[in-house]
């Protein structure tokens, strides 16, 4: 279905998010045809990437004892340690090579800051910080956001309970998102996110 006032917002379809690579979600990559499908659907579309400095602070590489998947305390409140992902340039900060990367207006870069990351496409990790999305798709008019990509329960997941906190209308294609699911994190996403006010769907409607 046409959304003619809508936005897609795709999140970090990224070759470290993908089976083979460093942060490697499983089935990461076979949502991208359904993803470059609805993209004919929108006006509208925004990718974003995970675009990290080679030292950046959530890397368990950077801390001494640090562990991947471990939780650290950072100035801004709780980091989970990440192996190192989507370092700026590399192979594995691309765009999954089937993903239609033309179709999109604009590409959003978040997490370039060493010492502070980055989940949600529209503020960092601090809560504070604005990447400008939001701006853009005021500007825009868009009101109704549709959002897909890596990882549900974490860029995906923040990028949505923002956009509702903006005053966004947010819809969550389920089925065009996979999960990292650490201790149960993928049930906790979704039920914070319907809990917001986002429509968690797995199907077009
Ligand atoms: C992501 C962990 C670290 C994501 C990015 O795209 O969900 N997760 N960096
Ligand atoms: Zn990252």
Redesign the pocket.
């Known amino acids: 279905m046409q959304d003619l006032t809508g936005a897609l917002i795709v999140?970090?379809i990224q070759n470290d998010?993908c089976p083979g690579g460093a942060?490697a979600v499983a089935g990461g990559d076979e949502i991208v045809p359904g993803v470059n499908a609805l993209m004919a659907d929108f006006p509208t579309v925004v990718l974003t990437q995970?675009w990290h400095p080679a030292d950046h602070a959530?890397f368990a590489s950077q801390h001494p004892g640090g562990t991947a998947f471990g939780v650290i305390d950072m100035p801004y409140g709780p980091q989970v340690l990440?192996p190192d992902?989507c370092v700026q340039g590399s192979p594995g900060a691309a765009f999954h090579a089937d993903l239609q990367v033309e179709r999109a207006q604009l590409v959003i870069r978040k997490g370039f800051r060493p010492a502070l990351d980055s989940?949600s496409a529209f503020f960092e990790n601090d809560k504070r910080t604005a990447t400008g999305l939001a701006g853009y798709l005021r500007e825009r008019d868009v009101q109704h956001l549709t959002l897909v990509g890596?990882?549900t329960d974490?860029?995906v997941a923040w990028s949505a309970l923002d956009a509702v906190r903006l005053g966004f209308d947010v819809t969550l294609r389920a089925d065009l998102c996979r999960a990292?699911d650490l201790d149960g994190s993928l049930a906790a996403a979704h039920e914070q996110m319907r809990a917001a006010g986002v429509a968690v769907i797995s199907a077009p409607v």
């Open positions: 999140i970090d998010f942060l995970d959530s990440w992902h989940y890596l990882a974490f860029c990292i």
